[in-house]
């Protein structure tokens, strides 16, 4: 089969902490469709400070543009005539939103959508469906400003949300905390009442519990595997026991505890823990958790390249 390299796609997640782009080509022969030309991200913290004050910072806007425009550089690189660009929570809770966007077309020439939570959620759990045993799983994708939870029916290789909610907390807002984050009873009853729902019209048995690509996976894989900044590539797939998370989260949690001397990472490490080990808790008939390198982006290059999928090949 040949391959036609001129007609390529690019997308650009810009996620409340992380911007992540991708550019790829579409490949019948790739369980989502595409292989990869090229990767780039950084942590531009678009959401910061968006919880106290509901503006995008203009330094948070300028870190943004200034890797926008590297973003910029490489698809030129690449050739790529066509982006699909989308951002998440920050602008979903920002009041000025409208001008940052206008701001970025009119500096970088790209034109970003606004998502809403359940699209977010679909093209994330879409970028793990290569992991996706057929009938159901859970998906969890944490963000810096928001958490999406979904389960999912897989069927004829195509995702379907069965049940999902969107609950306004992330990693920026365990920093904001102080360390002092606790799940309130609010949130707790929305995941209990999701997890009811699934339980009740469609999954009773035992279903696996996939995280995407997050920086709570990474945590998790260096603490479970004993390594220093272990390549998370390599850990796609990998399924674990619950009670060994647990127990990993557990550690996590008291180590930072112990130390005098924490620091933002900590901070937003120890809430990303507490957050995750409460909901698998809440969510009963959790049998496994998965971990995946892969989520939105790679959901909506998959739908980019899918478009153009007869023209890729000849």
Not at 29 to 37: D, M, R, T, V, Y
Not at 120 to 140: R, T
Request: include cysteine; charge should be positive.
């Amino acid at each position: 089969m040949k391959f036609n390299y001129n007609n390529k796609a690019a997308c650009i997640d810009l996620g409340s902490n992380l911007c992540r782009m991708l550019i790829g080509f579409a490949n019948k022969n790739k369980p989502l469709g595409f292989s990869i030309l090229k990767s780039a991200a950084n942590a531009v913290r678009l959401g910061d400070k968006v919880y106290k004050t509901g503006l995008i910072q203009e330094d948070a806007a300028n870190r943004t543009i200034s890797f926008l425009y590297k973003c910029m550089q490489i698809a030129k690189q690449y050739d790529v005539k066509r982006i699909e660009c989308v951002v998440t929570a920050a602008c979903r809770l920002a009041s000025n939103k409208n001008h940052i966007i206008k701001r970025i077309k009119n500096e970088t020439g790209l034109n970003f959508r606004v998502i809403d939570p359940d699209e977010e959620i679909y093209l994330s759990s879409l970028g793990c469906s290569e992991i996706m045993p057929y009938k159901y799983s859970y998906v969890i994708d944490m963000g810096g400003c928001s958490t999406e939870i979904a389960l999912c029916l897989k069927h004829n290789n195509s995702v379907h949300l069965k049940e999902w909610i969107s609950l306004p907390i992330g990693i920026l807002k365990f920093l904001e905390s102080n360390s002092e984050y606790y799940m309130d009873q609010e949130t707790e009853n929305i995941i209990r009442q999701f997890a009811h729902r699934c339980m009740k019209n469609h999954a009773q048995q035992s279903i696996p519990f996939i995280i995407a690509k997050s920086g709570i996976m990474s945590t998790l894989a260096n603490h479970t595997h004993s390594l220093k900044d272990i390549d998370i590539k390599i850990l796609h797939g990998k399924i674990l026991p619950l009670i060994q998370v647990k127990q990993s989260f557990g550690e996590i949690i008291r180590d930072i505890e112990r130390n005098d001397r924490t620091n933002q990472k900590d901070i937003s490490t120890r809430g990303s823990c507490i957050f995750i080990d409460k909901i698998i808790s809440i969510i009963s008939n959790i049998s496994v958790i998965v971990m995946s390198n892969a989520g939105l982006r790679e959901g909506l290059l998959s739908v980019a390249c899918s478009k153009n999928n007869q023209k890729a090949f000849r």
